[in-house]
């Protein structure tokens, strides 16, 4: 730690909030220089949906080097490539009915977007985007403008403007219905909200505080779009790759988006590889008008074929994830219910699921407590004021149940700590 303190950027984070030096990791436990081991419902921010070190994908990975595989090719075609591409479209798109083309941008989620960004401001000839409160999309200008915390705007340096920030489902409150306010700012021609190329959103708002869009929210924005002539764009970046129990976290709400972001889980082990998927008549680019060095990761590529191969061929991983979820979200109501002088509230859906508390000290300090006890879980929201699990999907029953029992002693402690006594509840 201490060579990093000496020369890392302070701009490093979570080695702040996880204070050890990580040297090993299989399934769904890390292990640190000093042979301790951690419980990680952290999972990478969901990049690690099948764990660490999955030993199929991991045989996939070392035949592949041992065999001189390309490593490197641009967006060169490579074996690699034509298998991901094909068992992409076999395994995935095709029997969801699903009709795409795949765009390789930069390997990071940010770049992704930024890809859909500037394809729907080409194709619709406008510059605005509208995006929702609480969204985010990445740390790139483009990803950025689009993104709602004031803290990760600031960071830009200078204005972040050709975007419109609306309303996310349920910001003020249950009763009113904000697509109803959006389609008023779009059909009122004084209300200074021009016509935009598209429209951005995450179906769960994971970084912004597990803040769940109801289904008939997101069928009411589909078609606002479509009545607007605005592209709708899916960021299923954090919430994709079964996080919530299907492939695609829009599939029980029957959506069909013009283009979908994906990244973090795609190649299933760690490798940066991001995919902006393009409805056929949108792929309207000339060659090279958005290229990037880190296209096409054939690691990625390789990875990412078993993932399909192993755990979307059926629906059993789909299946699991139902199951443990609603085991997760036992527990959590039965915390919140337990200790109610912290004020909790659960939300999420699937594997993404977290409780808000109303003093944003008390997700902090379980965090680090439950660190303390051998558990690695992150906050999120604008004050960080949600605790947030994200376990690899594949967990055990007897790891996710270990893991919440970890959750609650760590909660009742960080009550003590924050001194905030059973007397307070109201
Ligand atoms: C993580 C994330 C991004 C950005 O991905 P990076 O790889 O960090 O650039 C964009 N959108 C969502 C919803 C994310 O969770």
């Known amino acids: 730690m201490q060579v990093i303190e000496q020369y890392e950027s302070v701009v490093r984070s979570y080695c702040n909030n996880f204070p050890t ?35 199929a994908l991991k045989k996939k990975l070392i035949e592949y080097i041992e065999n001189d595989g390309i490593t490197h090719s641009l967006d060169m075609a490579s074996s690699a490539k034509v298998d991901f591409l094909q068992t992409f479209e076999d395994l995935i798109l095709k029997p969801r009915g699903m009709n795409y083309k795949v765009q390789f941008p930069g390997p990071a989620g ?9 394809l729907a ?5 406008r510059e605005k ?6 969204a985010f999309h990445g740390m790139t200008l483009g990803a950025l403008s689009v993104t709602g915390n004031a803290f990760k705007r600031s960071g830009a340096g200078l204005p972040l403007n050709y975007s419109d920030s609306m309303p996310y489902c349920g910001y003020f409150g249950e009763d009113v219905d904000t697509i109803e306010y959006l389609e008023r700012f779009l059909e009122d021609s004084g209300s200074g909200v021009d016509d935009s190329a598209a429209v951005i959103v995450e179906t769960i708002q994971a970084e912004g505080g597990i803040k769940v869009a109801e289904q008939k929210w997101l069928q009411d924005l589909q078609a606002l779009c479509r009545k607007h002539d605005m592209l709708f764009i899916v960021d299923d970046i954090q919430v994709g790759c079964g996080r919530t129990g299907p492939f695609f976290s829009f ?42 060095t880190f296209r096409g990761n054939n690691l990625a590529f390789v ?9 979307w061929a059926d629906d059993k991983l789909t299946q699991e994830v139902k199951a443990k979820a609603e085991l997760v979200a036992q527990a959590l109501n039965k915390l919140v219910a337990q200790f ?7 939300r999420g859906r699937g594997l993404l699921q977290g409780i808000a508390f109303e003093n944003a000290d008390i997700a902090g300090t379980v965090s680090a407590v439950a660190f303390e006890n051998g558990l690695i879980i992150e906050t999120s929201g604008p004050e960080g004021e949600v605790l ?25 402690e960080a009550l003590k700590r924050l001194g905030i006594s059973s007397k307070e509840a109201v």
């Open 340 to 346: 109610p002088q912290a004020k909790g509230e659960v």
């Open 129 to 134: 985007i509208i995006s929702f409160t609480n």
């Open 21 to 55: 030096v990580f040297e090993k990791a299989v399934g769904s436990c890390l292990y640190d220089t000093e042979g301790r081991r951690y419980l990680d419902f952290f999972a990478g921010a969901s990049v690690l949906n099948y764990g660490h070190n999955h030993p």
């Open 110 to 118: 940010t770049n992704s977007v930024e890809a859909a960004l500037k």
């Open 121 to 125: 401001r080409k194709i619709k000839g």
């Open 388 to 412: 947030k699990l994200l376990p690899p999907l594949t967990i055990t029953e007897a790891e996710l149940k270990e893991g919440l029992d970890i959750i609650e002693r760590s909660l009742g």
């Open 303 to 311: 990875t990412a074929t078993e993932a399909f191969k192993q755990f």
């Open 251 to 292: 599939e029980e709400a029957g959506l069909d988006p013009d283009i979908i972001c994906l990244s973090k889980s795609l190649s299933g082990y760690g490798h940066p590889i991001a995919v902006t998927l393009l409805r056929p008549e949108l792929d309207q680019w000339e060659p090279g008008e958005h290229n990037g």
